[in-house]
Nanobody
Framework: QLQLVESGGGLVQPGGSLRLSCVAS????????IGWFRQAPGKEREGVSC????????LYADSVKGRFTISRDNANNTVYLQMNSLKPEDTAVYYC?????????????????WGQGTQVTVSS
């Protein structure tokens, strides 16, 4: 059974850090690009970052560039999103998703599989 499971969300003060994890099972992980998306209340889902299936190419939204870092550990079918210097506007449910094209693109309709999401709240 194909599954993506996110973890690592929580409540953090502005300026703090969190590391999200996305663990995959049930499909050939190596061929898939992985993306992180987020959705805040009352807002549309937006792409945050993605990483290609090979070569480790990455892409970031302008709003998180320089603060977030995506990485993948293929041996453990895991993708991480290290989030530093968090701001209140980063508050959202964060989802990871898998895309069979294997390319760095943050168009959500191109992603085949989605996790259930993990809540990130940045507040003092």
């Amino acid at each position: 059974q194909l599954q993506l499971v996110e973890s690592g969300g929580g409540l953090v003060q502005p300026g703090g850090s969190l590391r999200l994890s996305c663990v995959a099972s049930g499909f050939t992980w190596d061929y898939y690009a992985i993306g992180w998306f987020r959705q805040a209340p009352g807002k549309e889902r937006e792409g945050v970052s993605c990483i290609s299936s090979s070569e480790g190419r990455t892409l970031y939204a302008d709003s998180v560039k320089g603060r977030f870092t995506i990485s993948r550990d293929n041996a453990n079918n895991t993708v991480y999103l290290q989030m530093n210097s968090l701001k209140p506007e980063d508050t959202a449910v964060y989802y990871c998703a898998a895309q069979s094209l294997g390319i760095v693109i943050m168009t959500d309709v191109l992603y085949d599989y989605w996790g259930q999401g993990t809540q990130v709240t940045v507040s003092s």
